[in-house]
């Protein structure tokens, strides 16, 4: 498929969602996708298939970031991200908010490769990636309660590990969470200071949804009504 069939392809994809996509930012996600499929054929970065450049591997891969981007707030500049393997959510949200910062967190040395490659091939300003499992990152005292957005999608998420994770979000911050079809829904058993705020549809074929939670500001009465 060459590069005009594809970004054809992709801007299909996110008619269907609604999303818009401008030229410029259809051929860097078409830049992120070949790399990572390149890298894919070497290491397994994802288990998705990536050779015959499916509807739903594209939905998955790069629709449903730009979907949750719609729910960013306008003045979000730091985005913590944990997981992230092949670099899904994190880069393509990335590429659409200009200006936003992003730490990528991810466990496996080659993972994180294929992820400094792609902050390089990309030109992602700002963004940076920690070879290290999130629990350690507790440790720098320069990461706690600074990030605006703290987006999960391939974690397990307990109590423990929110209660881990909103230790990097700014009070008032949101933690973002990418769930599946299959997946239980957080918003159930969330405790303070994390206030359940909004569950939205990311792609009706996949069934798949965003989970937000805030966390709320010490100090603050929880509003009337609030799940927590």
């Not at 929110?162 to 159930?188: I, K, N, V, Y």
């Amino acid at each position: 498929m060459n590069s005009r069939e594809f970004q054809d392809k992709i801007r299909r994809r996110c008619r269907r969602a609604g999303v818009s996509l401008t030229p410029a930012l259809a051929g860097r996600l078409e830049a992120y996708y070949r790399l990572l499929a390149t890298w894919n054929r070497k290491i397994n970065l994802t288990g998705l298939n990536l050779v015959e450049i499916l509807p739903e591997t594209l939905d998955r891969l790069l629709v449903e970031p730009l979907v949750a981007v719609k729910h960013v707030p306008a003045d979000a500049t730091r985005m913590l991200d944990v997981g992230s393997g092949g670099g899904s959510p994190a880069i393509p949200m990335a590429l659409a908010v200009p200006g936003l910062r992003v730490l990528m967190v991810e466990s496996k040395t080659r993972k994180s490769v294929f992820l400094r490659e792609a902050v390089r091939a990309l030109d992602l300003e700002g963004a940076e990636v920690a070879t290290a499992r999130f629990e350690e990152l507790l440790a720098r005292p320069d990461l706690h309660e600074t990030h605006d957005l703290v987006t999960i999608r391939a974690v397990r998420l307990e109590v423990k590990v929110l209660m881990t994770l909103q230790a990097f979000a700014r009070p008032g911050g949101l933690l973002l969470l990418f769930r599946g079809s299959g997946a239980s829904d957080p918003s159930e058993t969330v405790t303070p200071p994390l206030i359940w705020k909004a569950t939205y549809p990311l792609i009706e074929s996949l069934r798949s949804r965003l989970v937000v939670l805030e966390k709320h500001p010490v100090g603050r009465s929880v509003p009337r009504g609030t799940f927590i």
